[in-house]
């Protein structure tokens, strides 16, 4: 079993940064994790990937270049961090785990463990 809980989620200004992190627990070591996040009315889409040995890493379109996600296994934490932030970046991040491949990384049903979420708004 995997546990996740993420935490980092406020208000912010458009053009501004914000760190998510995410606590993990389980058998994690040989598991990717991601983000994914769901705009107000919009499925949930994959925003960031890492591969279980962190060598490889995979991003969306819209946060490339943004966004950047790391990972220590010491602290048990994945992280998230949000550059130049954007109104269309509004939603609720969640954490998932799942898998020892990296294909298809942004894929919800590659993912098994998913963590409660926590709300990011991006104001204009």
């Known amino acids: 079993q995997v546990q996740l809980e993420e935490s980092g989620g406020e208000a912010v200004e458009s053009g501004g940064s914000l760190r998510l992190s995410c606590q993990f627990s389980g058998s994690t070591s040989a598991v990717r994790m991601a983000w994914f996040r769901q705009g107000p009315g919009k499925e949930r889409e994959g925003v960031a990937a890492?591969?279980?040995?962190?060598?490889?890493?995979a991003y969306d379109d819209d946060t490339r270049g943004r966004f950047t996600i790391t990972r220590s296994n010491a602290r048990s934490t994945l992280y998230l961090q949000m550059n130049a932030l954007r109104p269309t970046d509004t939603g609720i991040y969640y954490c998932?785990?799942?898998?020892?491949?990296?294909?298809?990384?942004?894929?919800?049903?590659?993912?098994?463990?998913w963590g409660q979420g926590t709300q990011v708004t991006v104001q204009v």
């Open positions: 998932a785990a799942g898998g020892n491949s990296f294909d298809q990384p942004l894929s919800r049903d590659r993912y098994t463990y």
């Open positions: 890492i591969a279980p040995t962190r060598l490889h890493t």
